[in-house]
């Protein structure tokens, strides 16, 4: 029998019209924590609410994006999204 091949560290997403990180992140973890794919695309933008249709994101695989990622955040989790935060989608 062969070697079991590694588990994907990360997967790509192409940004649709109207997307935004919070929604990339609903669809990617089943919750709006886009901070982690922030995080991993910094080098290709610099304000999160302006992606745009076309580009190609890295997104974190949801196993290791996970409760280890949520228990380093720790109590800035909610200073990094907070009641009432708006998602700026691509128009």
């Not at 304000?47 to 280890?68: C, K, M, S, T, V």
Request: some cysteine; proline content about 7%; hydrophobic content about 40%.
């Amino acid at each position: 029998m062969g070697e079991a091949s590694p588990a994907p560290i990360a997967q790509t997403y192409l940004v649709q019209l109207r997307d935004c990180l919070a929604r990339i992140a609903q669809k990617a973890f089943g919750r709006q924590d886009w901070v982690s794919i922030y995080r991993l695309n910094r080098i290709r933008f610099k304000n999160p609410d302006l992606i745009y249709p076309g580009q190609l994101l890295i997104i974190p695989e949801p196993a290791r994006h996970g409760r280890a990622y949520l228990g380093a955040a720790g109590k800035n989790a909610k200073a990094l999204r907070k009641q009432g935060d708006t998602c700026v989608e691509v128009g």
